[in-house]
């Protein structure tokens, strides 16, 4: 029995990897559970969503989802149902297999609002079950930057109107991340200049450029180390890519970092790779620890990175850009100074979570 006030909030994410979308989608069930909602977290049963929802308290179910499963009508009406008994008011769904299934039982189930969050800035299909999901069940979607809303109606620009789509940034939580004690990830040499990337390890992320960076610099007879952090797929091809390319000694892959302040403690300057972005939520954690930063000049990049005053903004693929605006950040401790602390106002200012969160409930009216 709902309380007076008291909103059903059910955030559906069947993602299997962690990354952006799956911390904001934590973060924001925690920020709704801890207002004194109902909430419900549906997540991959081998994710670690669902691992951090339940040690948070949250009501979690674990499910697998793909992308036929629309077409499991019997399961769609069983779900379906069980929005109807829960009452749900609210439906937050993160990728498109997610959207077809969860937002079809919901719209069966008559949910009041029905909410797509894009977090990723690559143009969706105008095929005919999008353009029908679009029109007659999505009620709203919910981007993560200006370049995600872009690119959504980037194949139709009739897809879906304008005004239904908001942008609200991925947020810090500063007052939790500067209050967090801890000792830098790494020790590093006298004299060593560290370099960091921390991402997913897949072909968006473009951790190989970082093999050839690593290259030009250690044949200049540079003192450094680059940490590749991370885990996915991809992660032996690179390993054995490092070995191959004689790099052993200097690029590291620590795995994946449960201490991101740590790890952004231990480094010089921020590097990332990445061939698109929702929103670099990494970009914003760095900025957030005072690092300037390099990355490619694609996707959401330019609205975090402001070019010569928090970092560059490279050519995408382009080494030698990559190289050169790395190497005046490496030669230049004051100029990496200037750059970070840039870095921390802007995230104080633009990307600070408390700010954004107000936006986020105001907008999903709770």
């Given at each position: 029995?709902?309380?007076?006030?008291?909103?059903?909030i059910l955030f559906f994410n069947s993602?299997?990897?962690?990354?952006?979308?799956?911390?904001?989608?934590?973060?924001?069930?925690?920020?709704?559970?801890?207002?004194?909602?109902?909430?419900?977290?549906?997540?991959?049963?081998?994710?670690?969503?669902?691992?951090?929802?339940?040690?948070?308290?949250?009501?979690?179910?674990?499910?697998?989802?793909?992308?036929l499963s629309f077409f499991n009508l019997?399961?769609?009406?069983?779900?379906?149902?069980?929005?109807?008994?829960?009452?749900?008011?609210?439906?937050?769904?993160?990728?498109?297999?997610?959207?077809?299934?969860?937002?079809?039982?919901?719209?069966?189930?008559?949910?009041?609002?029905?909410?797509?969050?894009?977090?990723?800035?690559?143009?969706?299909?105008?095929?005919?079950?999008?353009?029908?999901?679009?029109?007659?069940?999505?009620?709203?979607?919910?981007?993560?930057?200006?370049?995600?809303?872009?690119?959504?109606?980037?194949?139709?620009?009739?897809?879906?109107?304008?005004?239904?789509?908001?942008?609200?940034?991925?947020?810090?939580?500063?007052?939790?991340?500067?209050?967090?004690?801890?000792?830098?990830?790494?020790?590093?040499?006298?004299?060593?200049?560290?370099?960091?990337?921390?991402?997913?390890?897949?072909?968006?992320?473009?951790?190989?450029?970082?093999?050839?960076?690593?290259?030009?610099?250690?044949?200049?007879?540079?003192?450094?180390?680059?940490?590749?952090?991370?885990?996915?797929?991809?992660?032996?091809?690179?390993?054995?890519?490092?070995?191959?390319?004689?790099?052993?000694?200097?690029?590291?892959?620590?795995?994946?970092?449960?201490?991101?302040?740590?790890?952004?403690?231990?480094?010089?300057?921020?590097?990332?790779?990445?061939?698109?972005?929702?929103?670099?939520?990494?970009?914003?954690?760095?900025?957030?620890?005072?690092?300037?930063?390099?990355?490619?000049?694609?996707?959401?990049?330019?609205?975090?990175?402001?070019?010569?005053?928090?970092?560059?903004?490279?050519?995408?693929?382009?080494?030698?850009?990559?190289?050169?605006?790395?190497?005046?950040?490496?030669?230049?401790?004051?100029?990496?100074?200037?750059?970070?602390?840039?870095?921390?106002?802007?995230?104080?200012?633009?990307?600070?979570?408390?700010?954004?969160?107000?936006?986020?409930?105001?907008?999903?009216?709770?």
């Amino acid at each position: 029995m709902k309380k007076a006030g008291q909103k059903s909030i059910l955030f559906f994410n069947s993602n299997k990897a962690w990354g952006g979308g799956e911390k904001w989608h934590f973060e924001m069930a925690l920020t709704l559970h801890k207002l004194g909602h109902r909430v419900f977290l549906f997540c991959h049963q081998k994710g670690q969503l669902v691992r951090e929802a339940e040690q948070a308290g949250i009501t979690c179910v674990a499910i697998q989802v793909h992308n036929l499963s629309f077409f499991n009508l019997p399961k769609i009406f069983r779900f379906s149902a069980w929005l109807r008994r829960e009452n749900i008011d609210r439906i937050i769904l993160n990728l498109p297999a997610d959207m077809k299934y969860a937002g079809l039982a919901a719209k069966i189930a008559k949910v009041p609002r029905i909410i797509y969050r894009r977090g990723s800035a690559i143009p969706i299909k105008n095929s005919f079950i999008n353009r029908a999901m679009f029109r007659s069940v999505v009620s709203d979607i919910l981007v993560n930057s200006e370049e995600t809303r872009k690119t959504i109606l980037a194949n139709n620009p009739d897809l879906i109107d304008l005004n239904k789509i908001k942008l609200i940034y991925n947020g810090i939580k500063l007052d939790e991340y500067d209050s967090r004690s801890c000792m830098p990830f790494y020790q590093k040499k006298e004299g060593e200049l560290v370099i960091g990337n921390a991402a997913r390890m897949v072909h968006q992320k473009g951790q190989e450029d970082l093999l050839e960076l690593a290259v030009i610099l250690k044949e200049k007879g540079l003192s450094f180390k680059i940490l590749i952090a991370g885990e996915g797929k991809l992660k032996y091809k690179l390993m054995n890519r490092a070995i191959q390319l004689g790099l052993k000694d200097c690029v590291q892959f620590p795995g994946f970092i449960e201490n991101i302040k740590a790890f952004m403690k231990s480094i010089d300057v921020f590097v990332l790779t990445s061939r698109w972005e929702g929103f670099g939520y990494v970009l914003a954690e760095a900025m957030a620890s005072s690092k300037p930063i390099v990355a490619y000049n694609v996707s959401s990049n330019p609205e975090l990175v402001v070019d010569d005053q928090t970092g560059y903004l490279v050519e995408t693929g382009n080494i030698e850009q990559l190289y050169a605006k790395t190497l005046m950040l490496i030669g230049d401790p004051q100029l990496r100074k200037q750059f970070g602390e840039q870095g921390r106002k802007r995230v104080e200012e633009k990307f600070d979570f408390n700010k954004n969160k107000e936006q986020f409930t105001e907008w999903l009216g709770v």
